[in-house]
């Protein structure tokens, strides 16, 4: 953590973290600040204005980076800032070479979740309750990723079950599938503290269970749900309104990105969209969405 975030208080930290994964569940990542002196954040350090001063900086990267500007003016804008690369490379081990049968995937994610043990690789270990390791059909061909565990998830130790799991449920049904039909994993498998977003340690770590469950399943469609899930994906960070709308490649499968559930539940109007992707994931399923009643 830096030195500026740790000069916050943790109402205002994670007022802050919030809005930035807002923004970055927009697909906007770049955030600039400009260099303070330390002498200057340990005088401030006692005082809330360096909070102010980082809100400020928040709405200033809000006017610079809002969608219905020109993708190329987030990055022209103080140019003389301190800049987090929006292509950022993340490490990915090599895809394991023979496929699992069918009937053996749930012994070989068995493996995977016996070699997890109770895990203390990362920071992260301190704070959970359940590790979450995955939930869903082994043989599925349509598999969902997620960020990682929340609260109720840290509590039942499975994925999804909280009110983000309940709008990933309706989308599932609205696909016309039961939610024990398709995989569903996240990039991290214990809860972040406050929910925050995992650190690129966290997630390097942790993640390469993810890849391992993905080559035991070797499920046709991979859906990304949100750009923590996509980063780790495609190995790299990019901003997520670039990534919708078409099929990547990953691991032998085709990946789909989306909008995380909790950045739709916090702007429903953004569902279209969501299904929009849904429904490229289905037509390379070859699955046609249930009549209405
Ligand atoms: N959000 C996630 O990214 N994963 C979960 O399992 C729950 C909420």
Redesign the pocket.
């Known amino acids: 953590m830096s030195e500026l975030a740790r000069a916050l208080d943790p109402a205002t930290r994670e007022a802050l973290a919030q809005r930035i994964r807002f923004y970055r569940d927009l697909g906007l990542t770049e955030f600039y600040r400009r260099p303070v002196e330390a002498s200057l954040i340990e005088a401030e350090a006692a005082s809330s204005s360096e909070a102010q001063q980082v809100a400020d900086e928040c709405d200033q990267a809000e006017s610079v980076s809002a969608p219905s500007q020109p993708e190329s003016a987030e990055h022209q804008i103080h140019a003389e800032d301190e800049t987090i690369s929006t292509r950022k490379s993340f490490p990915q081990p090599p895809q394991i070479g023979a496929a699992v049968a069918p009937g053996e995937r749930a012994a070989a994610l068995q493996l995977i979740r016996d070699d997890i043990g109770d895990c203390v690789r990362c920071a992260l270990h301190k704070g959970r309750n359940k590790i979450?390791f995955a939930d869903g059909s082994p043989a599925a061909r349509l598999m969902f990723v997620?960020?990682?565990?929340?609260a109720d998830?840290d509590a039942q130790g499975l994925?999804?079950v909280?009110r983000?799991?309940q709008l990933l449920n309706n989308m599932i049904s609205a696909m016309g599938l039961k939610r024990g039909e398709v995989y569903i994993a996240?990039v991290v498998k214990c809860r972040p503290p406050g929910n925050r977003t995992p650190e690129p340690e966290e997630a390097n770590i942790c993640s390469q269970f993810l890849f391992r469950q993905i080559d035991v399943v070797r499920p046709q469609v991979l859906v990304a749900?949100?750009a923590t899930a996509a980063t780790y994906l495609l190995g790299a960070r990019q901003p997520l309104a670039g990534l919708r709308g078409r099929v990547h490649s990953v691991r032998g499968c085709q990946l789909i990105v989306t909008y995380?559930p909790?950045y739709l539940l916090r702007d429903p109007r953004q569902k279209k969209e969501a299904w929009a992707d849904l429904q490229i994931a289905m037509a390379e399923l070859g699955l046609k969405a249930p009549a209405r009643a």
């Open positions: 979450v997620g960020e990682g565990p929340g998830e994925p999804f909280g983000a799991g996240n749900l949100g995380h909790a």
